[in-house]
Each structure stands twice: as C-alpha cells, then as structure tokens.
C-alpha cells in the first residue's frame, strides 16, 4: 500500500472523528456527508450495505462501517489505520477524563454544555433515514419492511437482539419472490481464516489467564481481568453502546457488592456509581465511537494503581473492546462478499436495506421522544431540542453548510443557554 495517496482520506477519518456525535445510527448521517458526498470514497449504495451488515455482527457498527470504508480503499493495512485514527480521539478524551474525574467540581455546568448535541444526533439520523431512503424503498415490499422495522425498533429499542433479528427476517421475506436475480457475477474473495483464527485464539487465552489471575490472586491481576472482561464485551454485545454500557454497569456497579461476589472473588474490579454514571454520560457528549468509554472504565478500575497503572488501563480497555470488531468484520466481511453471487443473499439485500431505513425511521422518533418528552425538562428546553432536531435536518438536507460546523453551532448554542 502506498500510504501517501491515502493521506488525504485518512485527514478526512481525522476531521469525522473530532466531529461525528450522536452514536452509530447518528454517525451515518456524517458518513453520507464526508465519505459519500464530498469524497465519494463510497456510494450511498455502498455504505447502506455496510451498515447493514456491521448491524448483524457484535461489537461497535459505525466502527465497523467506517473500518470497511478503508478496507474499500487499501485492503486491511488501510482498515487498520482508518480504525486507529477513528477511535483514538475518543480514547484520549475519555482516558484523561478518567485522570480528571476527581477535579471537577461543576459536573452539571459541563453536561449542560453539550445540552444540544443529543437532539442534534436525532437531526443526523433522520437525515441518513432521508438519503437512504432514496435507494433502498423502491416498491410495495420494501415500504412495509421499513415500516414495520421502523414499529419494532421505536418499541423495543433498547433490546439487545433487535437490530440483527428484524435485518435478518427482513431478508428472509424478500426471498419469497423469485424475480431478483444478480444482475452480474460478483468477484469472489479469498477468505482470510488468520482473523478469525486470531479472534477464538484471544478469547480463550484472555479467559484462561485472566481466570488463573482471579484464583491465584496474583498482585497485580488486573489487568488481565480488564482484557478479559473487555474483550468478551466486545465479541458478544450487540446493539452498540446502549447495551454496552448497561453491561459495564452490571459487571463494575452492580456485581462486585453482591454478597456471592464479595464471598467467592473479594478482589473483583469495580467503579463508583457515580463515577461511572458521569463516564457513560460524557461519551455521548464527545464525538467519536460510545465505545471510547472502555479507557474511561479501564482507567477508573486501576486508579488506586497509580499513574502508570491507569494508564495501561486506559490503553488495555480501548485495545480489548475495539479487537474482536476489527477482527470480526475482516473475517466476515469477504464472506459475505462471497456469498451476495447467490440469487438467495441477492434477493435477501433488498428487505435488509430496507430494514435498515426502518431502524433509522424508529430510532429517529424513538430518540425524539426521549429529547422533547423529557419530564425532568423544562417546556422550554424541550421546545429547543426539537427546533434542533428539525434544523438539523434542514441544513444537512437542502443547505451545502459544512457537517462539522453545525455540533460546533450546538455546543455554542448549550454554552449561551446554560449561562443565560
């Protein structure tokens, strides 16, 4: 690979990443805006696929999306790269947060600063509902799929299993009609097996050391337990960080103060509620992956360490959890190429797509309401947010305004609001 001629591309990586908000279904928006619009590194086409597929596989989805982007690009030295820059940014807000947690005294003014930036993610999501939308509902089937996605997701929204079970019945419906066939024979790619070699190798020995640091107590077994618990996250959550972090909570809040633990494994890792809380509520105030709240968590957990100790938390939390994503999708990913030459997959593409539109459709409203249906907000407040959520939309849609200048207008409209 000649790197040069990627540099722009990967510049490009830089500036999403200090600028995309909002999570995986918000991410798209500015996928569309930097990746297909103004570079075309991909078509709409392109990247809705992508998306669909990341959404069947465990581990961060816009991560994924955008790692296959370089993967298009430069094979998997470029994937690594792009995944590198994507989520070191992130890594490095959110490990120093875990430095600086204890001297900051005004949490409530700092979360109020990005006050605007949750119904400004709603904005990009319906607008990636909009632009996808154009490719992917052509017909009768593809609208009730979409509608029907859109039901499920607005209803169980924050269920595990939902995304991959609605993009997977929504293949198996189109398949009832035998009119689409490949209109042309797709390369097949050589499969890789070293990636998912590497991803069962990992996951036992990570279990195996980490379980024999947990019985033998060694002095300094954190670590090992940190790569081991972040790694399984990793190759087992689906759903991204909504569920993520619901886990983390369990594992590191919840778990270490039950009697059962307490008796049987005394040395267990564990975060302060409210630390924890005031960690999960910063990554969604930051741009960049929810995934990023591994060097937080991994840094809270070996803060009595020392500074060096916390360090190699924050680095060991971000490397286990992001691991078995890149190495899930490179595996993955020809194999699925693989298989799109089978009239069945072909045919199977048009209802995932279309699922995928519905997913956005439901997250869309189900996120409105949780922005202006807000009890513990003002009517004020929950005005604002959805004047955000449509202004948004409006200046990604019909405007040729530069993606990253408006969480910048977000965050200067919080910093007006909370001193007004």
């Known amino acids: ?37 103004r570079r075309h590194d991909v078509t709409e086409k392109e990247l809705l696929e992508y998306n669909a597929f990341c959404q069947m596989l465990p581990g961060a989805s816009s991560t994924q999306t955008l790692t296959l982007i370089g993967y298009k690009r430069g094979g998997i030295p470029l994937a690594i790269i792009t995944l590198l820059i994507w989520i070191t940014p992130a890594c490095i807000i959110m490990g120093t947060l875990s430095f600086l947690l204890s001297y900051i005294n005004d949490r409530q003014a700092v979360a109020n600063t990005f006050s605007f930036i949750q119904p400004m993610s709603v904005g990009f999501i319906a607008f990636s509902a909009y632009r996808m939308a154009k490719h992917a509902i052509s017909n009768t089937i593809t609208v009730v799929i979409m509608l029907v996605a859109a039901v499920i997701t607005f209803s ?14 929504a293949g198996i419906s189109t398949n009832f009609s035998k009119k689409r066939i490949p209109q042309q024979e797709i390369p097949t790619k050589k499969i890789k097996w070293a990636n998912i070699l590497i991803f069962f190798a990992v996951f036992i020995i990570a279990g195996s050391v980490s379980e024999t640091a947990r019985k033998e107590n060694w002095k300094n ?24 972090i619901p886990m983390m909570y369990q594992q590191y809040v919840v778990r270490p103060v039950t009697e059962r633990t307490e008796r049987k494994n005394p040395g267990a890792l564990k975060v302060n509620k409210e630390d924890f809380l005031t960690g999960s509520g ?10 990023s709240i591994s060097a937080f968590t991994g840094g809270i957990l070996q803060s009595k360490e020392g500074f060096n100790q916390q360090l190699l938390g924050c680095i060991i939390g971000a490397v286990a959890l992001f691991l078995p994503s890149l190495l899930l999708v490179l595996f993955f990913f020809p194999v699925w190429n693989n298989l799109k030459k089978y009239a069945v ?76």
Request: glycine share 10%.
């Open 1 to 37: 690979m000649i790197l040069q001629r990627h540099i722009p591309f990967l510049k490009a990586v830089l500036i999403h990443s200090l600028t995309a908000f909002g999570g995986p279904q918000g991410h798209m928006g500015m996928m569309i805006k930097n990746f297909v619009q």
């Open 156 to 169: 169980l929204f924050k269920t595990p299993w939902v995304f991959p079970s609605i993009i997977v019945a």
């Open 345 to 420: 997959i072909y045919r199977s593409l048009e209802g995932i797509n279309a699922s995928v539109v519905g997913i956005m459709l439901g997250s869309t409203l189900f996120l409105m309401k949780v922005v202006t249906v807000d009890i513990t907000a003002s009517a004020t407040l929950s005005l604002l947010n959805f004047l955000i959520i449509v202004g948004t939309f409006i200046l990604l849609s019909f405007t040729r305004i530069l993606p990253q200048l408006v969480p910048l207008l977000c965050l200067i409209a919080g910093l007006i609001f909370n001193y007004l």
């Open 282 to 291: 910063m990554v969604r105030a930051i741009p960049g992956p929810v995934f």
């Open 221 to 244: 077994r954190g670590p090992y337990n940190i790569f081991e618990n972040f790694y399984r996250f990793g190759s087992l959550v689906f759903g991204g960080g909504d569920v993520l």
